[in-house]
């Protein structure tokens, strides 16, 4: 697996992933597609897939969506005919039973990350770093309201930042967990105004964090379909550039189909992001 990896880059680019490493400047992006939930045959069900469903028992019979529509659809759904609090309510219900952590979020636990941006609605990679006792500290995005904190580099602990808000998130300065399903980025209209918000200058991501998050970082994704509209913002807001200088990033798409040219050709020269077509345990 290893030599399938590093044939796949570039010496130079390899000991450039290396070094970030090294250096602690590699920054992994967790995307939404790495958790799966087992339906009542045992089957892995996708995280997203099976929330949208249990979203979906929520309406009224006469307004029940078509099998397989997304997430994001069946969310705002269930804000018009019942109520954000409705959707909240149903999802402590859904985070309340036990998730399975996957081999793939166990390996990445294990691997000495100071930086994770948590792009999925679960905190499954929160949970994979609770398994292995490693020491870390976590807030999120509000966009909503937003949350003004100071990101200090200094801290040896992993930093994990929700970016799409939280189900729910210890103080890092009383350490109690509180309810925070207010926050979630759950309906496309949150999707809009959450872009909208995260890239103005009063409700966007803190200076303390923005300022680590820059061309000197590597980058890598893992759990995201390249194909999703929303993640062009999303690395804008990141404050991933075109700069020829910054640092290549590396990505695995984990959408259903291959990428489609286009695609990898806007991420490759607008963010500098490689694909490897590889497994994600390889």
Known sequence: TGLKLMNQIPDRDWAKLRLAFETNALILVVGPMLSSVPDAAGAAVPMQTALAQHLAGELDEDRQPDPGTDLTTVAGLLVRDKGRMTLE?????????????????????????????NVAHDKQICAALDRFNVKYREEYYNFRQPRDFVYDPNDNRTFVYHLLGAVNCKDDATGQVNKTFGSLVMTGADQVESLKQVVQTERKIPNSLLAELNDSKTYLFVGFNFDAWYLRLLLYSLGLSDNADAMPSWALHTGPNELSYSTTAFFSSRYKINFLKLPEAD
């Open 89 to 117: 309510v149903a999802m402590d219900g859904f985070f309340r039973k036990p998730i399975p952590i996957s081999p793939v979020q166990e390996a990445l636990a294990q691997l000495p990350f100071h930086i994770i941006i």
